[in-house]
């Protein structure tokens, strides 16, 4: 059974780098049928998908972030990457990675999720 | 791009029907067939309820339905239980190539 388990740092200074990783497990990240993706969720509000990468490293980013994000994969540790710089505290979330379905593009497995907190 | 529109919240009693709303543009949930509801319960990650409009996983209740009419979509819960008190998003793929969510909806169960 396919899982997915982010890992970071829970507290970042504002103006630094977020930087988490999802690990994935019982599957492998270079399959042809998906992208890899990024969701977050602030305190009390509503998902925002925040980008995804194929195996092959072609990406995806929601245009209000994308010129603050990264999204890399490496697949010798079938893992894939997020990067989001020049953080504020509008920054704090859970973040989620996922799995996406290519053909039917929907979300599934989920990772539990990690909270980053941006705060001096 | 625009979050998709869903109500703040529904609620019902149990065994009744509801149904949560999800209104877009031509761009995305008019444009594609690919909508999809996810359910979340406190403090843990969300669940894949719903995908392509109206498919459900294997292991979710047929109690659950989705369907599109020009650009809103909706998610039909019959025969309402306890344990579907929750958060409802709907999702859906745009021109963009890429994803918007709704701002989700609270479930209660009276």
């Known amino acids: 059974q396919l899982q997915l388990q982010e890992s970071g740092p829970g507290l970042v200074k504002p103006s630094e780098t977020l930087s988490l990783t999802c690990t994935v497990s019982g599957g492998s990240i270079s399959s042809s049928s998906y992208y890899w993706g990024w969701i977050r969720q602030p305190p009390g509000k509503g998902l925002e998908w925040i980008g995804s990468?194929?195996?092959?490293?072609?990406?995806y980013y929601n245009p209000s972030l994308k010129s603050r994000v990264t999204i890399s994969v490496d697949t010798s540790k079938n893992q894939f990457s997020l990067k989001l710089s020049s953080v504020t505290a509008a920054d704090t979330a859970v973040y989620y990675c996922?799995?996406?379905?290519?053909?039917?593009?929907?979300?599934?497995?989920w990772g539990q999720g990690t909270l980053v907190t941006v705060s001096s | 791009q625009s979050a998709l529109t869903q109500p703040a919240s529904v609620s019902g009693s149990p065994g009744q029907s509801i149904t949560i709303s999800c209104t877009g543009t031509s761009s995305d949930v008019g444009g594609y067939n690919y909508v999809s509801w996810y359910q979340q319960h406190p403090g843990k990650a969300p669940k894949l309820m719903i995908y392509e409009v109206s498919n459900r996983p294997s292991g979710v209740p047929d109690r659950f339905s989705g369907s599109k009419s020009g650009n809103t979509a909706s998610l039909t819960i019959s025969g309402l239980q306890a344990e579907d008190e929750a958060d409802y998003y709907c999702s859906s793929y745009t021109s963009s190539s890429t994803f918007v969510f709704g701002g989700g909806t609270k479930l209660t169960v009276l």
């Open positions: 990468i194929y195996y092959s490293g072609s990406t």
């Open positions: 996922a799995r996406r379905d290519i053909a039917a593009r929907r979300f599934d497995p």
